[in-house]
């Protein structure tokens, strides 16, 4: 079992695959040949699967991983809890928000 990620989403297994690779962990997407077998029939439960290709390095790339995502989260969650000061009536709206809740200026940018 080396399977170290699996995700509905291609690009997002692609992105998990380059953060691993640039951590020096080799690794493979598997899954995503399987639906050629039968042009035509897709297989909604086979989602591509990145793999380490020594099983050596699996406990590292979990750690990786994990990492990777944890820090995704955060950045997330921090950029959705920055509360901006609108420009026009001063108001502090929360960061969710694409204009203010008091006067519907737009956020201004940066
Ligand atoms: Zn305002």
Not at 19 to 36: P, T
Not at 81 to 104: H, I, L, R, Y
Request: aromatic content about 6%; charged content about 25%.
């Amino acid at each position: 079992m080396t399977e170290v990620f699996t995700h509905p989403d291609y690009g997002r297994v692609d992105l998990v695959r380059s953060v691993l690779a640039d951590a020096g962990i080799a690794c493979e997407i598997r899954g995503e040949e399987k639906r050629e077998l039968i042009p035509g029939m897709p297989m909604p439960s086979c989602d591509p699967a990145l793999h380490v290709a020594n099983e050596a390095d699996l406990p590292r790339a979990k750690s990786v991983v994990a990492e990777f995502l944890a820090a995704e989260k955060q950045r997330a969650e921090s950029s959705a809890g920055t509360e901006w000061k609108c420009a026009q009536c001063g108001e502090m709206v929360p960061g969710n928000f694409d204009s203010c809740w008091k006067c519907d200026a737009l956020r201004p940018c940066g």
